[in-house]
Nanobody, 118 residues
Framework: VQLQAYGGGLVQAGGSLRLSCAASGMFFEISVPDLNWFRQPPGKQRELVATITSGGRTNYADSVKGRFSILRDDAKNTVYLQMNSLKSEDTAVYYC???????????WGQGTQVTVSS
């Protein structure tokens, strides 16, 4: 399984970005995983930002509720993170993640840098 994340960049506070993560691999043809976005701010631990389950249920960290939206397109094996009203504290490396109850491991994308200038 491979996850390829892209769409990061430099944006001013109040702006928007959309991250994408394309998945490929045998497991995605057999199982529909939960898809997650994590982020790791400079000098801090990685944290869960948003989740979308195989059934389409979403959950968000309190810090991004109302500003970020996670969406999935299973036909394209792609998960998106729409980020609006960005703040400087959203600056981080963002990682996509795929997980399924029958898998023995989780899968991670390579990370994409998001920098929000104030």
């Amino acid at each position: 399984v491979q996850l390829q994340a892209y769409g990061g960049g430099l944006v001013q506070a109040g702006g928007s970005l959309r991250l994408s993560c394309a998945a490929s691999g045998m497991f995605f043809e057999i199982s529909v995983p939960d898809l997650n976005w994590f982020r790791q701010p400079p000098g801090k631990q990685r944290e869960l930002v948003a989740t979308i389950t195989s059934g389409g249920r979403t959950n968000y960290a309190d810090s991004v509720k109302g500003r970020f939206s996670i969406l999935r397109d299973d036909a394209k094996n792609t998960v998106y993170l729409q980020m609006n009203s960005l703040k400087s504290e959203d600056t981080a490396v963002y990682y996509c993640n795929a997980d399924h109850p029958t898998w023995t491991t989780q899968y991670w994308g390579q990370g994409t840098q998001v920098t929000v200038s104030s």
